[in-house]
């Protein structure tokens, strides 16, 4: 059972924003940088699919610079054998499309029985480079599973649509399926196996002819606020009290 | 900028995100086409024959629900012949299974959860959030003459007033499905349905831990209102799905909703944004719920529940 997973390393803005010069971007400064969460539920999921199995191996993708291995690194440690790294600095900012170009030749080769992408990343929810790389390697593909059972030649998935209503799919194996959050519950890496995930072999490698790129950010911003907000000021029992007084008024 | 609307339906309903597309397909100016792709197109041509839309293409094909491969075949052979500059479909769970394939295949621009549009010299400019709809972008596609947009629900108001499209049936071949339907499952019902309640308390990720989600549905209790949640408390199984508000919850309009600990996600908001009045609190003045809140309170939610308890 060889399944390869597709993560990110992905940032999060805290407080303050400021962009880069040319304002196609936030300053890295003020990124805090994670193994994004949908990932994390998709390692999970290909972790179980290598332990049910009793052997096979789970294989790390991410597109991204030498500080995008942090994100690899938590995948290794919860239990990923080992991780290919795949960058360029045509891929800066690169679009969903364009990364499931990068990501296709690399997975193509690996020739896994199963591919496993988060639903979307958190920093620029596209939901997309899923679906495009199913379309780029020509295997079928699901997206937003929270149910994954394996038979033979194919698999039973929950495909979750709005409102919660469930599409149980058949789908031909090999595929490429998109998880989603609560399909699992991805496991806690060990300090003992972040410590070994370190010497785990990350390979690195140069993308093949990327084309051009499906869309390309001209610029930054922080929205307008509108109307936004009427602030409460004071301390807690000040706002718990203008709560009390809000609800009885609106409830009427 | 003649565009291509791609008609949604589930279970025998068209889902409401289709008129919304038409209204964006028609802020471009240029002639919108529909097309509905079903077992029997007829079930929905006229709900969709709205003010504004220049034709209707009927594909019938065998499926009596969304399969990806179906409606990725469908589109590429209407794209073909129909040489749109946008294709518009909804950034629903359907959509994602197949436009990025269709972008990626056809070598098109490509944005998703898109919420604007418009036309600039000529070229398409969209825009959409990035780093937790606490940054908005512009998206440019230079380049491309065709575009494949994902537009986000809610964010256009569905087109109306009778239309007078005609019906064009478009045949193709049968596609080799390689993901079928079998059958759905229903959400649970749960003990509440929290969208008929008038005031709604709302708990996030900010709760911390499941032991204290107890002290919140005291406080709901206290209060007169039903608890409900965002999707990580479901996820975390702490709380059933029935009470979950969002895109993949359920769409809530309460007299009052008031929001603890939750940041906003764009998923979430869809659920609960055309809420009477929103009063939210959070410690990140930042987070995007405030953007949508009525009333605000950058504060800790358990000092403030604490402060509410007394009151109720």
Known sequence: ?252 | MKALVIAEHVRGELRPVTLELISAAKSLGGPVEVAVIAKDPSAFTDAVNVDGVHEILAVAVEQDEFENDVYQGAVEQLIAERSPQVVLLGFTVGSMGYGPALSAKLGTGFASDVFAVREEGGALVAERSFYGAKVNGEVEFPGHDRVVLLIRPTAWQPAEGAGSAGVTEVSVPPAASRARHKDWVEVQAGDVDITTADFLLSVGRGIGDKENLEQFQELAEAMGATLSSSRPLVDAGWIPNARQVGQSGKTVKPKVYLALGISGAVQHLAGMKTSGTIIAVNTDPEAAIFNVAHYGAVADLFEVAEELEKLF
């Open chain 1, 1 to 252: 059972m060889k399944v390869v997973v597709c993560v990110k390393q992905v940032g999060s803005l805290g407080d303050e924003v400021e962009f880069t010069d040319d304002e196609r971007d936030v300053d890295p400064d003020y990124l805090d940088y994670a193994l994004n969460e949908w990932d994390s539920f998709a390692t999970e999921e290909a972790l179980r699919l290598r332990e049910a199995a009793g052997d096979g191996e789970v294989v790390a993708l991410t597109v991204g610079d030498e500080d995008a291995e942090d994100a690899m690194r938590r995948a290794l440690a919860m239990g990923a054998d080992r991780g290919i790294r795949i960058w360029s600095e045509d891929l800066a900012g690169a679009d969903p499309i364009t990364i499931a170009r990068a990501l296709a030749e690399v997975v193509g080769a690996e020739s896994p029985d199963l591919v496993l992408c988060g639903v979307q990343s958190s920093d620029a929810v596209q939901a997309a480079t899923g679906a495009a790389l199913a379309e780029l390697l020509d295997l079928p593909r699901v997206a937003v599973v929270t149910k994954l059972e394996l038979g033979d030649g194919s698999a039973t998935v929950h495909r979750e649509l709005e409102g919660g209503l469930v599409d149980v799919v058949e789908v031909d194996t090999p595929a490429v399926l998109t998880i989603q959050t609560g399909i699992n519950e991805p496991r806690y890496a060990t300090l003992r196996a972040i410590k070994q995930a370190e010497q785990k072999e990350i390979e690195v490698r140069e993308p093949g002819e990327l084309g051009a790129p499906a869309a390309r950010v001209r610029r930054m911003f922080v929205p307008p606020k509108g109307e936004g907000a009427e602030m409460l000021d004071g301390d807690a029992a000040a706002i718990a009290a203008r709560i009390k007084e809000l609800v009885a008024e609106k409830m009427q």
